[in-house]
């Protein structure tokens, strides 16, 4: 199943209006940290109801971590695990992004092997926990967090389909991301800073 369908059908056949964290990921059951770090990042590409990419940074910061120290699976605690959302604002954002999806699966294939390897998933996880640690930023900037978490999702899709190539270009956009997010960031601090000094 192309990851865009599963993370399609995971969210859209719960059959409450409502999801925690820890319901949607034990949905996904034995699957690997990469599809857990996608469904994780996509609401934070896409600007979505107020909350719901902070509902998923938190996890996800979390999540990576233990990649980095190679844990075999993903923990979270329980006042993480049951936060809840809306899952029908959920699967709107989802399908929003789908088509996105779609084109760069249609050319993911397993390159590169080493970057996916056991060594090379505890490195891909200090790079993305790194810009998570970016993308947690909680200045409410309108799109300051949406091109960093695309370039992400990138990655993590390549993760998913063991496309190093996929994941190199992933993580090459998200340096300029995280350019846009400390630029935005700095210049709105900047600007309150003056205006409290003219006050």
């Not at 091109?147 to 993580?171: K, N």
Request: charged share 15%; net charge positive; proline share 8%.
């Amino acid at each position: 199943i192309p990851t865009s369908e599963l993370l399609i059908r995971i969210v859209g056949t719960w059959p409450r209006a409502e999801m925690t964290v820890g319901e949607l990921i034990d949905g996904i059951g034995g699957r690997a940290f990469s599809i857990i770090m996608l469904l994780l990042t996509v609401p934070i590409a896409i600007p979505g109801p107020p909350g719901l990419p902070t509902a998923f940074c938190v996890p996800l910061l979390i999540v990576v971590t233990q990649l980095c120290l190679g844990r075999a699976s993903p923990w979270l605690p329980g006042v993480i695990r049951r936060r809840r959302f809306d899952r029908d604002a959920l699967l709107k954002t989802v399908k929003r992004i789908r088509p996105a999806l779609a084109r760069l699966e249609s050319v993911c294939r397993p390159r590169l092997l080493r970057m996916t390897d056991r060594r090379g998933e505890r490195w891909l996880g200090a790079y993305y926990l790194f810009c998570c640690i970016v993308l947690s930023n909680p200045i409410p900037i309108p799109f300051s967090h949406n091109p960093l978490a695309i370039a992400l999702s990138v990655v993590a899709l390549g993760f998913v389909e063991r496309d190093g190539y996929v994941i190199i270009g992933g993580a090459i956009a998200a340096i300029g991301g995280i350019a846009i997010n400390i630029s935005l960031t700095g210049g709105a601090l900047l600007l309150g800073l003056k205006l409290l000094h003219l006050v």
